[in-house]
């Protein structure tokens, strides 16, 4: 029996006090060292509640207010570098979960959709031409091929002969546009908005919504947001006041680059720029600002030199943003816009995530020297059949092209088209990872099957031990092992959401970096997250039983961290190879001003969300193979490593994530 570890004790809360220590620091960022006031609650509304999180000025009477939209896949705290910035200068902010994101009770149904899309920027589309086509396939496809058909727009848009209808393109922004004017400490005569990507939409049904009223928006900030003809609404009964664009020059969504490939002066002086701009192509320019802010007519379009996701942190755009909010609302800011905090509080609550995770390693210790677990542990596999030179490379290069290769088209079908019930599967970009992993499940099944055939010289459960699925004693499948590393994981996963329901509690905080990854569940959730869950293990379990044994290195049985090292190394080039051969495809052509790659070589259609998530998606499997190769070390078996990375990808994708 294994002495239980009081260094993997000391070492596990050396770990969690960390984790609080930077989430105290985070907390006292977002709070401007007590000088704003941090609620959380939810305001009702037609629809279903809509949940929030407002930044209060402390002693603030009669401020301006400005409410904030986050984008599609994120939640109100992606907006937290927004709201931090604006309430250190003395604004009153509200940003909101949107339909089917974070906590809020209304899904992304609630947006409603019709049976046709364009092709083109709204009012520029033609049935001649062929840009106004019919939309068929899933609820959920006909809901993000409308993402930017807005409810204001003329019926020829926003309503079919079916009966549907564009109902609230606001995702709730509407609702809570009106929450913020009636805050007692807020002008209602002094008001704005700003939102990010699908949060762009939101703004400007939000601004439509409220045009020619006493709360009239007097700023409109879009991050990443995009635009559409005056034809295509009552431009006669709709103005938008003082509107800014924040355009990202490597933006991996086309409708936000006008359909072009990319974003270059050719773009800035079309008719469609030049209409929004107020100016003539040959006085078009970025970084300007066209019109008066007194009249509402005040326009800019800031080139920004980043990437899509990017936009919501980027400190250029902040700061002309913030500067923009101060000349439309009509304050003076106190403190100057380059003089920025918000992103200190990002990198320690990311601090914060990993030292939790890390606490997973030193908790397995400890559960190790409980004898009912230590029984799941077991050397590893003889040495005789490891892959070596050509034959290793071989297969590797085989694994990470059939990955890479398939991600494209297998994460966009079951984003889209796959026929899954919806009343069961509602997480939508989850729906994507189920149809890539669907088939890389059944191909891995099959490899599994032909290379245990090819076994020679197996006794007993060899075979299965070889490939981290079986007891080195007993023959087939090892279900007490897997049964033991379920359970363990139910430990290690209890222990992790305790930290993360304790940040939340006292300091409104969950782990993440920027976009939501460790959030607490409500009923919903964890319901979906059951459902999810067995698909992703599956996969993990096939995956790691792939990488981790079959094709294990030399390097696997060398103890020690060189050992673990040379093992990791090994391990990574295999789990995210095949996703690195697609950023790269993607972005090499983008930065040649080409185009991203997807986009050139598989049409748009093949761009935009998967492609953009490879930013959060390769960092996060780089960290998930730090804890498979180290429990396949630790315990001769793949169980505990995919079984835990497998309910922590599920409940990244489940936790805060679009749900319909």
């Known amino acids: 029996m294994k002495r239980f570890s009081f260094k993997s004790m000391i070492l596990c809360i050396l770990l969690i006090a960390g984790v609080f220590v930077c989430l105290f620091f985070a907390d006292r960022i977002q709070r401007d060292n007590g000088r704003i006031e941090v609620s959380e609650g939810v305001i009702e509304s037609e629809a279903g509640d809509l949940a929030y999180k407002m930044y209060t000025p402390k002693g603030v009477t009669n401020a301006p207010g400005v409410l904030l939209l986050h984008g599609y896949q994120n939640d109100h705290e992606t907006c937290a570098a927004y709201a931090i910035e604006l309430a250190r200068r003395g604004v009153v902010v509200l940003a909101i979960d949107e339909y089917g994101h974070g906590n809020t009770e209304p899904g992304l149904l609630c947006r409603g959709y019709v049976n046709h899309r364009v092709k083109v920027n ?23 091929m409308n993402f930017s058909n807005l409810s204001f ?10 009966g549907n209808a564009i109902t609230d393109s606001s995702c709730g922004g509407i609702a809570a546009y009106a929450y913020l004017a009636s805050l007692p400490n807020v002008d209602r005569t002094r008001l704005g908005l700003s939102g990010h990507s699908m949060g762009t939409w939101s703004s400007w049904s939000v601004a439509a919504a409220y045009s020619g009223t006493e709360i009239e928006p007097k700023a409109t900030v879009l991050q990443c947001g995009e635009l559409f003809r005056d034809s295509a609404y009552d431009s006669d009964g709709i103005h938008f006041n003082n509107v800014l664009l924040l355009q990202a020059k490597w933006d991996e969504f086309s409708y936000f680059r006008d359909y072009k490939n990319v974003v270059n002066d050719e773009l800035l002086r079309s008719a469609l720029r030049t209409e929004f701009l107020g100016t003539t192509a040959d006085k078009a320019a970025w970084n300007t600002t066209f019109g008066s802010f007194a ?6 379009m800031e080139l920004l030199y980043t990437n899509h996701r990017l936009t919501t942190h980027n400190e250029k755009g902040l700061a002309v943003a913030l500067d923009w ?23 320690l609550v990311l601090a914060a995530m990993l030292l939790a995770l890390l606490s997973l390693l030193p908790l397995f210790e400890m559960l190790e020297s409980i004898p009912f677990f230590a029984k799941g542990s077991q050397p590893l596999p ?16 085989i694994t990470m092209l059939i990955a890479g290769l398939t991600y494209p088209f297998m994460t966009q079908l079951g984003h889209g088209l796959l026929p899954l019930p919806e009343n069961i599967f509602r997480m939508t970009v989850g729906n994507g990872f189920v149809s890539w992993y669907g088939l890389l499940i059944i191909i891995m099944i099959i490899t599994t099957a032909i290379s245990l055939r090819g076994m020679k010289n197996a006794h007993l459960g060899g075979r299965w031990h070889r490939v981290g699925l079986g007891s080195m004693n007993k023959p087939g499948l090892s279900w007490g092992n897997f049964f033991r590393s379920f359970l363990r994981v139910i430990v290690m996963l209890a222990f992790l959401y305790l930290i993360v329901y304790l940040a939340g509690l006292f300091f409104k905080l969950d782990l993440r970096f920027i976009w939501p990854f460790f959030r607490t569940f409500n009923l919903m959730r964890l319901g979906q997250f059951a459902i999810y869950y067995p698909i992703f293990a599956l996969f993990f379990i096939l995956n790691n039983s792939k990488i981790m044994a079959s094709m294990r290195t030399e390097s696997a049985y060398k103890k020690g961290f060189f050992g673990f090292m040379g093992s990791w190394l090994s ?26 790659g997807a986009d050139l070589l598989f049409s748009s259609t093949f761009g935009g969300p998967f492609m953009s998530l490879l930013i959060l998606f390769v960092p996060q499997v780089v960290v998930f193979s730090i804890f498979c190769t180290y429990y396949y070390r630790r315990t001769g078996n793949v169980y505990t490593g995919a079984l835990l990375v497998s309910a922590l990808a599920a409940w990244i994708v489940t936790g805060g994530s679009s749900f319909l």
């Open 153 to 162: 727009f003329d019926e020829h848009y926003s309503k079919d002969a079916d």
């Open 122 to 144: 709204f009012g520029e589309d033609s049935e001649a031409e062929k840009t106004f086509v019919s939309v068929g396939g899933p609820t959920r496809f006909k809901i993000m």
């Open 571 to 596: 391990n990574i080039l295999l789990m995210v190879g095949g996703v690195l051969l697609i950023v790269l495809i993607e972005y090499i052509p983008f930065f040649m001003d080409l185009g991203p």
């Open 382 to 397: 003889p040495k005789e059949d490891l892959k070596k030179g050509w034959k290793w490379w071989k297969g590797a290069i």
């Open 325 to 347: 909010f101060a000349d439309a609302l009509g304050y003076k800011n106190p403190i100057a816009s380059s003089d920025q905090t918000a992103m200190n509080k990002e990198w």
């Open 295 to 300: 009249d509402g007519s005040a326009r800019r």
